[in-house]
Structures are given as C-alpha cells and as structure tokens.
C-alpha cells in the first residue's frame, strides 16, 4: 500500500469525499496515521475565520496528523461551480505550481496515509490550459477512482480509467458508491464495472441514510490497495 494516494471521482456529486472520509476512518482503525487534504474547493461559506469547505472540513476531522485549514485547503472559493471559474470570479489565477507547494507540505508531514482529493471528474480544469489531473501527474500519485454507480456510469469509469492511464498514473483501486440504488439491473452493472476496470474494487458502500466515515468504512477494504 502506498502511503499517499490522489481521489477522483467519475463526475461529481459522486461522493468523493464520503469516500475519502471512510478511507482515512478505516486506516486510522487499523492504526495508521492519517492526513487528508482539498487542494481547490468550491462552494464555500463564509466563517469569521474566512471561507471553509465542508469536503474539506470532514477530511479534517478524520486526520490524525492536523494542520492548519489554509494548508488543507489552500485554494476556497465561495460559489458552487467550477474551480476555474469561482478563481476567475475571484481574480485569483489557478496553476500546477500553486497548488503543488502547499500538497508537498501535506505530504512532507509523513502520514502513513493521506488522501489529496480533487474536484468534480479528472479532466476539471484549473486554468484556461491546466487541468486538476495535472496536479496529480505532478505529484506522480496512484489513483483511487470513486464510481458513482448510476445509469451512464461504466462509461464514465472507463473513460475516467482509461484517461487516468494514458497520464501514466497507476489506478491502485476504486470504490462503488451506490448513489442511485433503483439502478436498473444493478447487480450486472457492477459485474461489468468489476470485470473491465483495472483494479481492484475497494468496497461497494450502498445508499446510507447518514453516511458518516464509520459507517462507510464498514465497507471498504484498505489491505486491497495496490
């Protein structure tokens, strides 16, 4: 297992963070230490603080190791649309170098595991020729890729997968998070998913009323991760 992995997600609202969350719960009962970070976010609110993210605020609360919010997540932006352009609203230019010191700070800490969540799918962009999936390439992190199983989705996850690779970073395993459990022919479809994506499936976490990192932890599994 690799002490640092890269989460992306097929599309977004797929769950990513829920996911990322259990991880960082599941390894941290299994007695390693944790650090999760959210290097862009948007859909902030304000706080007498300044913005604060939920994704990243619940990445925090599973982190043994705790850094200050700014170094989780350096890059906060209040409305809820894409980076690139909450940072041009903003008037703040976004760029592999920027968010690439402060993620070398997160993984200089040492964690046994830590988690950098992305936005949205792989290909959100940062900047007018940038992209969120450079980032990951710069930090040469294996991926963990969050499926969120609904209709339209084995296409996004092979695309997502084969996208991934063609960037040259390792898929170490994904996880199927059941947002839509009235999926038509479900069981198939994750038969599918499991047959042509590859690596290993982490764990299939169903609908859950209250998704809390223990709980989804329950169905995860850390020891298959490449």
Known sequence: MSP??????????????????????????????????????????????????????????????KLPYEQVN???????????????EAGVT??????????????????????IEGAGGWRVPLSDQANLSDLAMALQLPVI???????????????????????????????ANIIDPRTSRLEENLATLAERLPAPCLGRVPKLKQASAQQVAEYLQLDLLD
């Not at 350096?74 to 041009?88: N, V």
């Not at 760029?95 to 070398?104: E, F, I, K």
């Not at 969050?146 to 390792?170: F, K």
């Open 74 to 88: 350096p890059f906060a932006f209040e409305p809820a649309i894409a980076p690139h352009l909450a940072a041009r």
């Open 4 to 65: 640092a992995y890269f989460i992306a997600g097929t599309d977004t609202d797929v769950g990513k963070t829920t996911i990322a969350a259990g991880l960082l719960h599941a390894a941290h009962q299994a007695g390693l230490s944790t650090l999760g970070a959210k290097p862009v976010a948007s859909g902030c609110v304000a706080s007498p603080r300044g913005l604060r993210n939920d994704d990243a605020l619940a990445l925090m609360a599973q982190s043994s190791l």
């Open 145 to 175: 890729l969050v499926v969120g199983v609904r209709l339209g989705c084995i296409s996004h996850a092979l695309l997502s997968a084969e996208a991934i690779a063609g960037d040259g970073l390792p898929l170490a395993g994904w996880v």
């Open 94 to 115: 976004l760029s592999v170098p920027a968010l690439l010191a402060p993620m070398r700070h997160v993984l200089a800490q040492g964690a046994d595991f830590t988690l």
